[in-house]
């Protein structure tokens, strides 16, 4: 990209757009050219010991990170897609005014604070948005640990907000807490008089 004229591209990706609880995280990160980090990829790909590993080794080497987080309750305020645009733009702000492209994984995103390019399966195919979806990941799964001790019973720690047998038994027997989405199935059937988990 450089060679185009841009100074410093940063790679954005999110992670947790899915979950029934917990918010959704955005990164950006640049990259330098040099030295690469091993082994990035697709957050999904790897272990999250391989994650914490890898985004330590991205921490010291980015010229940049950013962070976007929209909260549950914004999320059921507006919905998920605008909740994610909101955390990549926030992402991209967070990074300051060196920035002057982003590669964004997905699709196209309107309003980003810089111009920028979607790259289907980015996170696969782009080392600095594979960087970004690392660094979201790791950072977005320390909060679902920090609401395992805000609301205990969850099990938010162990499926990080997603839909697993776990998680459906604790909001049989828990109901829902603040942290859930409460515009998502089953949970907004829920608050309308019927569950089917």
Same mark, same amino acid.
């Given at each position: ?14 992670? +947790? /757009?899915?979950?029934?609880?917990? *918010? %959704?995280?955005?990164? &950006? =990160?640049v990259m330098p050219d040099a030295p690469a980090v091993p082994h990035v990829t697709d957050s999904k790909q790897l ?38 645009h909101a955390a990549m733009r926030t992402a991209l702000q967070d990074l300051g005014s060196g920035v002057d492209y982003?590669?964004?994984? +997905? /699709?196209?995103?309107?309003?980003? *604070? %810089?111009?920028?390019? &979607? =790259? ?33 019973g969850y099990g938010f720690a162990e499926h990080k907000g997603y839909v697993t047998a776990q998680h459906c038994e ?28």
């Amino acid at each position: 990209m450089a060679a185009q004229g841009y100074r410093a591209v940063a790679g954005v990706d999110e992670v +947790g /757009r899915g979950c029934l609880a917990g *918010p %959704v995280v955005a990164a &950006a =990160v640049v990259m330098p050219d040099a030295p690469a980090v091993p082994h990035v990829t697709d957050s999904k790909q790897l272990t999250p010991a391989q994650r914490e590993e890898i985004a330590a080794q991205i921490r010291e080497v980015a010229l940049g990170i950013g962070l976007g987080i929209v909260a549950a309750s914004a999320i059921d305020a507006t919905n998920i897609l605008r909740a994610t645009h909101a955390a990549m733009r926030t992402a991209l702000q967070d990074l300051g005014s060196g920035v002057d492209y982003a590669l964004v994984d +997905g /699709r196209p995103v309107p309003n980003l *604070p %810089v111009e920028s390019q &979607a =790259v289907v399966g980015g996170d696969r195919r782009c080392y600095c948005i594979a960087a970004a979806s690392i660094i979201a990941k790791v950072y977005r799964d320390t909060i679902m640990e920090c609401l395992e001790c805000y609301y205990p019973g969850y099990g938010f720690a162990e499926h990080k907000g997603y839909v697993t047998a776990q998680h459906c038994e604790a909001l049989e027997r828990l109901g829902p807490c603040p942290a859930h989405r409460l515009s998502f199935e089953p949970l907004r059937s829920r608050s309308q008089g019927r569950l089917d988990l």
